[in-house]
């Protein structure tokens, strides 16, 4: 066989695997969009922000200032840690959830429906899957950078028990991934800025009560496997177990679900970009 | 193929070649079995009235909208298979600019540059060659919204040079457009077509498609019903000349019968009449002679406007 044959025997392979799984093509390109939102937000760089200081008056208000009252909590196992030490984590997690979700729907929507920005893209090299993976990345990228601001501000505030805690970075990347995918492809079904209260109608109560602010244990029984079925709940259990260090097994089932949750929101985004733009 | 002296293979199998080429909305189809086939260094037209079906043609030529039937190959690729790599030797320009707002006028070029894989330094190099080109190097920093229609159409232009297209694609490059403008636009685009890029674009301005095509085909319907070059067609579909009248009366009809037999054939129209004629000059004084006095009478070259009425029987612009 010569080598042109055989590039082209393996091209053919590539490309029947590629047509097999169920995500759109792409070109690898993905990380040019991510250039072209860090361009934007150069220009907006207020959003950025208010989303840095959100969870940091938070933390004050609610952690500092509320757990004066309310003493030490049960956080899991029986125990007790200061109610700053257990609220600090779910406050990262919530502001993970919530930045990459806003990137991931309002923005994207708007992109999408009234600045044309994918129809310019996607006669690029650029495929679906690439404006998929591109917006996400860049959700996940901002989420970053808030969570790295809060966890120093957390250590300074002396609410950081461990250093697992360097590991609620990623922990909050996951956490961001995960809603960021699944913000995206729900964005796709969405016709009006009406729609996005169903947004909100899903965050708020999640935000609320997946045991962020109290133990899982409060609950109801009837209500607990509700809440241990949200994906913000294994966000809160991953980055309050690596932070308070109590690190096990346990973490793992969380990563699984935030990550599964993940891969299917991108694949079904690109899809669904794909359904929309290429007609 | 013809292998060049320099090495170079010059390539006279056509750069996009469709056959039967179909793309179809649910029951409705927009278009309908056309066969095209563009070479390379010509500028090639389609030209016909909206909803003609030029805008789905070109978005299927553009590897963004899969085709329902027939075969399409650009640059000899398959854009089933190979949309990305057809994507990145093409330069597109749609009907609506679809320019990114939130970022400057060099940002848009830099950015869409990158879209395409090439090195920073190569964009930033190309960005002020295009600035130039697209007479838009002192908007440079401005954002795009303020710009004028015929700037924003000059940047979408050059945006879509940013990876050296071999093929441009210009989807109604001119709509909209104060006179003006259109004429900057056109000098752009001979200077382009000068410089050895294929161009493909669409319009329904018939003074467009002469100005700018050297081979067109008219569309209608998602059909095909004429292809050649303007004057082609022209001599093909018209007469030398045209005789147009125009009474003082609405029914314009009336008056066909009395000057039939000077023309070789008569459109009516709401407002006047038009006399396909070899002589314009000669057919007027007939007209004066029979004492039907029309409240006035011109003499034009025929246009594609005329090719086209006589294909289908309607104006293209309504
Ligand atoms: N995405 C679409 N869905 C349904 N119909 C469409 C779509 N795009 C175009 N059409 C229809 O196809 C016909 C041809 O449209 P188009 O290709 O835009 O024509 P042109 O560009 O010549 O004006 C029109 O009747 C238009 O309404
Ligand atoms: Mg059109």
Not at chain 1, 109 to 115: D, G, H, Q, T, V
Not at chain 2, 216 to 223: E, F, N, R, S, T
Request: charged share 20%.
């Amino acid at each position: 066989m010569s080598a042109v044959q055989h590039t082209d025997a393996h091209r053919t392979v590539l490309r029947r695997l590629a047509r097999a799984i169920p995500i759109p093509a792409g070109a690898g390109l993905a990380r040019t969009l991510v250039e072209r939102n860090i361009r934007s937000y150069r220009h907006g760089w207020l959003t950025l922000v208010s989303g840095f200081f959100e969870p940091i008056f938070y933390l004050f208000s609610l952690g500092v200032g509320m757990g004066a009252l309310v003493g030490d909590v049960d956080a899991g196992g029986g125990r007790m840690v200061e109610y700053a030490s257990f609220v600090a984590p779910a406050l990262m997690a919530s502001a993970a959830m919530n930045g990459a979700v806003f990137d991931s729907t309002f923005n994207v929507f708007f992109k999408l429906k009234y600045a044309k920005l994918y129809d310019s893209v996607l006669a690029t090299p650029l495929g679906p899957r690439d404006v998929a993976v591109g917006e996400i990345s860049w959700a996940l990228l901002r989420g970053l950078l808030y969570s790295s601001a809060f966890l120093l501000v957390a250590a300074v505030a002396g609410v950081v028990e461990s250093w697992w805690a360097l590991l609620t970075i990623p922990a909050a990347t996951l956490i961001g991934f995960a809603f960021a995918a699944v913000g995206m492809a729900a964005t796709t079904f969405m016709r009006s800025w009406q729609d996005f209260e169903y947004v909100s109608l899903s965050i708020l109560p999640m935000f609320l009560f997946s045991a962020t602010f109290f133990p899982l244990e409060r609950y109801p029984e009837a209500l607990q496997w509700v809440v241990q079925a949200t994906p913000l709940y294994h966000g809160v259990g991953l980055v309050r177990d690596l932070m308070l260090g109590d690190v096990g097994v346990g973490l793992f089932a969380h990563v699984l679900y935030l990550a599964v949750m993940g891969l299917v929101g991108v694949a079904f985004a690109a899809r669904r970009v794909e359904r929309l733009l290429l007609t | 193929m013809v292998l060049r002296q320099d090495g170079t293979q010059a390539d006279d199998r056509p750069l996009i070649s469709a056959h039967a080429l179909t793309k179809r909305f649910g029951d409705f189809t927009a278009v309908d079995g056309i066969d095209v086939e563009v070479r390379r260094g010509e500028a090639f037209g389609f030209l016909g009235p909206n909803g003609a079906g030029k805008s789905s043609t070109m978005r299927m030529i553009g590897c963004v909208s899969p085709p329902t039937g027939g075969t399409l190959r650009i640059l000899g690729l398959d854009p089933a298979t190979d949309g990305p790599r057809i994507r990145g030797r093409l330069g597109v320009v749609p009907q609506k600019d679809t320019l990114d707002e939130e970022l400057t006028v060099r940002e848009n070029i830099l950015v869409y540059g990158r879209y395409f894989g090439l090195s920073r330094a190569v964009v930033r190099e190309r960005a002020d060659e295009l600035l130039e080109f697209a007479q838009l190097t002192e908007r440079a920093s401005s954002i795009v919204e303020p710009l004028s229609g015929g700037m924003k159409r000059r940047l979408t232009i050059a945006r879509a040079l940013v990876n050296n297209p071999e093929v441009l694609l210009l989807d109604e490059p001119t709509t909209g457009l104060d006179p003006q403008a259109r004429h900057v636009l056109w000098d752009r685009l001979f200077r382009l077509k000068r410089s050895g890029v294929t161009l493909v674009l669409t319009t329904h301005y018939m003074d467009e498609a002469e100005q700018l095509c050297d081979r067109l085909v008219v569309m209608d319907g998602g059909k095909i019903v004429a292809e050649g070059s303007p004057r082609q067609l022209i001599a093909e579909y018209s007469t030398r000349e045209v005789l147009e009248l125009r009474f003082g009366e609405d029914d314009h009809g009336a008056y066909e019968p009395k000057v039939a037999d000077l023309a070789s054939r008569v459109e009516v129209l709401p407002d006047r009449l038009l006399l396909y004629v070899s002589d314009g000059d000669a057919a007027s004084k007939t007209v004066h002679d029979r004492g039907l006095a029309p409240l006035s009478m011109l003499v034009r070259r025929s246009t594609l406007e005329d090719v086209f009425l006589h294909l289908t029987g309607r104006t293209l612009i309504d």
